[in-house]
């Protein structure tokens, strides 16, 4: 896909954004550039390859899934204006 210096002033217009014929040209050269790099990239086979969440194969470090904290909800519903069977309750802003 090729732009031409017209598309991109229309594109420009579109994403109000005020380019002079220089910068025009200079966007259309860009921006082909990047298509022609997309056509490369979707040109490349692909079959049979499986999608990778990260380039290298580094495993995943992860911690051990252990409760550390103890249940506190008791002393903090102590404090609490009004509570009603482990819930909070709070006043009716929407009606």
Known sequence: MSLSNEQVGHIARLARVALTDAEIDATRTKLNDIFALIEQMQA????????????????????????????????????????????????KVIE
């Open 44 to 91: 490349v086979d692909t079959a049979g390859v499986e999608p990778m969440s990260h380039p290298q194969e580094f495993g995943t470090r992860l911690r051990a899934d252990r409760v550390t904290d103890t249940d506190r909800r008791d002393a903090f519903q102590q404090v609490a204006p009004q509570t009603e069977a482990g819930l909070y309750l709070v006043p």
